[in-house]
C-alpha cells in the first residue's frame, strides 16, 4: 500500500482507475490504512484477497471450505468492514481456483480473478460487463512480458471493445521478482491513451 499511494499522480494524469486487492488487512499499520484511504479517495476500487494469502485449493486438501470461508474470508472482511470497506470483487492468492471455489465465492463476490497461466494472452481480454470469472495477464518483471506484446494486447482490446485485464504487486521494488517499474506502467498507460480505451475497476465489468 505504501508503494501504491506513490503512483496516484501517474494513475490520476491519465484519468485510470486500478483495482487494488487487499489481503493481510488485519496487519496494516495506521499509516497503511491512512495509505488505502487515500487511494479510494481517488477513485480506485478497493477489493479483496483473503486474510492471509493462502493458497486456497491447497487448503482444501486438509481443510473443508467451511474453515476456509471462516480463516480466509469471513475473518478479513470483518476487519475492512469496520473500516468502511465493502469489497465487491475477489482475487485468487497465487491465482490458484478451482470450480468449487468459484461457485462458493460468487455467493458473496460479484466476481473472482484467477492468473492468466496459459500461453494464450488473449483470455486476459474481458468483457465490459457481466464478467464472473476474470484471469488476469500478469506483467510484473518476473513475467518477461514483452512491451511489444503488451502494446498488441491493448491494440486487440480497441479493436474487439473489451477489457485488457492486467496484475501487477510492488511498485519500483527491485527486492521483490513481482514489481512493476514506473516508466513500464506509464508506457502501458500511455499506450491505452494512445488508442483512445476507457479504465474500468473490475466491480465495473463484474455481473
Given at each position: 500500500?505504501?508503494?501504491?499511494?506513490?503512483?496516484?499522480p501517474?494513475?490520476?494524469?491519465?484519468?485510470?482507475?486500478?483495482?487494488?486487492?487487499?489481503?493481510?488487512?488485519?496487519?496494516?499499520?495506521l499509516?497503511?490504512k491512512?495509505?488505502?484511504?487515500?487511494?479510494?479517495?481517488h477513485?480506485?476500487e478497493?477489493?479483496?484477497?483473503t486474510?492471509?494469502?493462502?493458497?486456497?485449493k491447497?487448503?482444501?486438501?486438509?481443510?473443508?471450505?467451511?474453515?476456509?470461508?471462516?480463516s480466509e474470508?469471513?475473518?478479513g472482511l470483518e476487519?475492512m468492514?469496520a473500516?468502511?470497506y465493502y469489497?465487491?470483487?475477489?482475487?485468487?492468492?497465487?491465482g490458484?481456483?478451482?470450480?468449487?471455489?468459484?461457485?462458493?465465492?460468487l455467493k458473496?463476490?460479484?466476481?473472482?480473478?484467477?492468473?492468466?497461466?496459459?500461453?494464450?494472452?488473449a483470455?486476459s481480454l474481458?468483457?465490459?460487463?457481466?464478467?464472473?470469472?476474470?484471469?488476469?495477464?500478469?506483467?510484473?518483471?518476473?513475467?518477461?512480458?514483452?512491451?511489444?506484446?503488451?502494446?498488441?494486447?491493448?491494440?486487440?482490446?480497441?479493436?474487439?471493445?473489451?477489457?485488457?485485464?492486467?496484475?501487477?504487486?510492488?511498485?519500483?521494488?527491485?527486492?521483490?521478482?513481482?514489481?512493476?517499474?514506473?516508466?513500464?506502467?506509464?508506457?502501458l498507460?500511455?499506450a491505452?491513451?494512445?488508442?483512445?480505451?476507457?479504465f474500468?475497476?473490475?466491480?465495473?465489468?463484474?455481473n
Amino acid at each position: 500500500v505504501d508503494e501504491w499511494v506513490t503512483i496516484l499522480p501517474i494513475l490520476d494524469s491519465f484519468n485510470a482507475k486500478a483495482t487494488f486487492y487487499i489481503s493481510y488487512y488485519g496487519r496494516f499499520t495506521l499509516t497503511e490504512k491512512s495509505n488505502l484511504r487515500e487511494i479510494q479517495k481517488h477513485g480506485h476500487e478497493i477489493a479483496f484477497h483473503t486474510s492471509n494469502h493462502y493458497n486456497m485449493k491447497e487448503f482444501l486438501k486438509n481443510g473443508s471450505m467451511e474453515m476456509l470461508m471462516k480463516s480466509e474470508i469471513k475473518a478479513g472482511l470483518e476487519k475492512m468492514n469496520a473500516d468502511g470497506y465493502y469489497p465487491r470483487t475477489f482475487a485468487y492468492p497465487y491465482g490458484q481456483h478451482n470450480p468449487a471455489l468459484d461457485n462458493e465465492l460468487l455467493k458473496q463476490f460479484k466476481s473472482v480473478r484467477a492468473l492468466n497461466g496459459t500461453p494464450n494472452m488473449a483470455r486476459s481480454l474481458a468483457t465490459t460487463y457481466g464478467n464472473k470469472i476474470i484471469y488476469g495477464l500478469g506483467i510484473d518483471e518476473s513475467s518477461n512480458r514483452s512491451l511489444k506484446d503488451l502494446f498488441q494486447l491493448i491494440s486487440n482490446a480497441k479493436t474487439n471493445k473489451a477489457c485488457l485485464v492486467l496484475v501487477a504487486h510492488h511498485i519500483n521494488n527491485t527486492n521483490s521478482k513481482m514489481h512493476i517499474k514506473t516508466i513500464t506502467l506509464r508506457r502501458l498507460l500511455k499506450a491505452a491513451k494512445r488508442e483512445e480505451l476507457a479504465f474500468y475497476t473490475v466491480s465495473q465489468i463484474s455481473n
